[in-house]
C-alpha cells in the first residue's frame, strides 16, 4: 500500500509568480484536500477534491486553485505569490468525507522572495 | 467561523508520567475527531481518531470525546522522550468539511 507523496519538497519562488504543487493520495482513497501551515500554527484548510471537483474551501481567494484527476491525484496551483503564501503546504488524502481517516503527505516547504 | 482551541504550551512532563492534553471546538455538528503528532518540520501524523462519546485506547494513548462539553482530549501514558513533539486536535463535520485544526500544544518528556 502506498502511502500520499507529495513534489517537489521544496520551492522558491519569487512574488507575483505562480506555482504548481503535486499530490498522490494513498491506495483505497478518493478525497485529497490541501493544507496551508505557516510556522508555529495549526494547518488551515484550502479545499478539497471529490470525484475531480472541489466540494469544499476554507478561506482562501480564488488564486490559490486545484485539480484532481481520475487517479486521484492532485494539484494546488497558487498564482500571483505573495510574501504571506510562504508556508508549509501539506496534503491529505481520505475516503469520503474522511472515512479511513485522513493521511498526510510529507510537505512541500514553499518559501516566497 | 469553526474554531478549535489548544493550549500552545509548552508542557513539561516527567519520563513515565502521564500527559494530558485538552482541546475544545466551536461547531456542535462536529463528527470526527483526531489526534495528531507532529515532529518539527515534519507532517502530521495520526495518532487516534474517535467519532463517538467515550473513551478510545491504542497502546499507550487514550483518547476522551465529551460532545455535550465539546471536549477533546488525549491522555499518553508513560511517557517517553519521543513523544516530545507539537500534540495537534482536529475536528470534522465530514462530507466536503475538511479538518479544522488547533494551532496545536507543545509536549516536552523531561527524562
Known amino acids: 500500500e502506498t502511502g500520499v507523496t507529495q513534489s517537489p519538497t521544496h520551492l522558491i519562488k519569487t512574488r507575483g509568480q505562480q506555482v504548481t504543487l503535486r499530490c498522490s493520495s494513498q491506495s483505497g482513497h478518493n478525497t485529497v484536500s490541501w493544507y496551508q501551515q505557516a510556522l508555529g500554527q495549526g494547518p488551515q484548510f484550502i479545499f478539497q477534491?471529490?470525484?475531480?471537483?472541489?466540494?469544499g474551501r476554507g478561506n482562501f481567494p480564488p488564486r490559490f486553485s486545484g485539480l484532481q484527476f481520475p487517479n486521484y491525484s492532485s494539484e494546488l496551483n497558487v498564482n500571483a505569490l505573495e510574501l504571506d503564501d510562504s508556508a508549509l503546504y501539506l496534503c491529505?488524502?481520505?475516503?469520503?468525507?474522511?472515512?479511513?481517516?485522513?493521511?498526510f503527505g510529507s510537505g512541500t516547504r514553499l518559501t516566497v522572495v | 467561523q469553526k474554531e478549535v482551541e489548544q493550549n500552545s504550551g509548552p508542557l513539561s512532563v516527567p519520563e513515565g508520567a502521564i500527559a494530558s492534553l485538552n482541546c475544545t471546538y466551536s461547531d456542535r455538528g462536529s463528527q470526527s475527531f483526531f489526534w495528531y503528532r507532529q515532529y518539527s518540520g515534519k507532517s502530521p501524523e495520526l495518532i487516534m481518531s474517535?467519532?463517538?462519546?467515550g473513551d478510545k485506547e491504542d497502546g499507550r494513548f487514550t483518547a476522551q470525546l465529551n460532545k455535550a462539553s465539546q471536549y477533546v482530549s488525549l491522555l499518553i501514558r508513560d511517557s517517553q522522550p519521543s513523544d516530545s513533539a507539537t500534540y495537534l486536535c482536529a475536528v470534522s463535520g465530514g462530507g466536503a468539511d475538511g479538518l479544522t485544526f488547533g494551532k496545536g500544544t507543545h509536549l516536552i518528556i523531561q527524562p
Open positions: 477534491y471529490y470525484r475531480e471537483e472541489e466540494n
Open positions: 491529505a488524502s481520505s475516503g469520503w468525507g474522511g472515512s479511513y481517516g485522513y493521511t
Open positions: 474517535i467519532y463517538s462519546n
